[in-house]
């Protein structure tokens, strides 16, 4: 059973640092790994998606890597800004669930709580 | 990218009644999903809305608690039938296009 793990839980830090956000998964043999963000009573907005092939993913301020092999991957967050803070998912497809119509079937982390100060 | 509209975005409901939720998707998607959020957890998979056929319940969900319609390839709801307060959280509707999954805004329903 997949399980995927985020640290830290919280974190808060004045505005302008760099940051990052680490996720680990139980079973390397997965499909994609996507990261979310979620504001406090909100859905969930898609930040980065990283193919299994893929090491790495850049959007804008963000740069997500994957490490298979050993299970992790980590979110970087460029010069934090206040708008940046939110809940940050980490979230695994496995490989066994990566068909027919499982593609939704998303093992998620419990979330790092960021918030960055003015 | 792929806009999902759910409504209602919150109610409050009493013990025992149910409450439908709708997901409208802004294009055609084979696959449609529905997720719970309890207050403080994660995201875990109710089903999946299968387009013309009954949906696919994870572990733990079963239909009568959770009767899921999904009449064509932009829409889809979800019932939560006789409510407790333990179904209060947030509901969430996502989509599967484009290589990735897309969320909606979620329901958050407290039950009473």
């Known amino acids: 059973k997949q399980e995927v793990t985020q640290i830290p839980a919280a974190l808060s830090v004045p505005e302008g640092e760099n940051l990052v956000l680490n996720c680990s998964f139980t079973?390397?043999?997965?499909?994609?790994l996507q990261w979310f963000r979620q504001d406090p009573g909100k859905g969930l907005t898609s930040l980065l998606l990283?193919?299994?092939?893929?090491r790495e993913q850049t959007s804008g301020r963000l740069n997500a890597s994957l490490d298979k092999s050993s299970g992790r991957s980590t979110l970087y967050i460029a010069a934090s800004q206040p708008g940046d803070s939110a809940t940050y998912l980490c979230?695994?497809?496995?490989?066994?669930?990566?068909?027919?119509?499982?593609?939704?079937?998303?093992?998620f982390g419990q979330g790092t709580i960021l918030t960055v100060h003015p | 990218s792929a806009v999902i509209s759910q409504k209602p975005s919150r109610d409050i409901c009493q013990r025992g009644t149910s409450l439908t939720i709708q997901c409208q998707v802004d294009?055609?998607?084979?696959?449609m999903f529905w997720y719970r959020q309890q207050p403080g957890q994660s995201l875990t998979l109710i089903a999946t809305?299968?387009?013309?056929?009954?949906?696919?319940?994870e572990s733990g969900f079963v239909i009568d608690k959770f009767p899921i319609s999904r009449p064509n390839l932009t829409f889809s709801t979800l019932t939560v039938s006789n409510m407790s307060p333990e179904d209060s959280s947030i509901y969430l509707c996502?989509?599967?296009?484009?290589?990735?999954?897309?969320f909606g805004e979620g329901s958050r329903l407290t039950v009473l």
């Open positions: 996502s989509a599967y296009t484009f290589g990735e999954l897309f």
């Open positions: 979230a695994v497809l496995s490989q066994r669930d990566a068909g027919g119509t499982s593609y939704g079937k998303l093992t």
């Open positions: 079973d390397s043999a997965i499909y994609n």
């Open positions: 294009s055609q998607v084979t696959m």
């Open positions: 809305a299968n387009q013309g056929s009954e949906a696919t319940y």
């Open positions: 990283i193919q299994s092939s893929q």
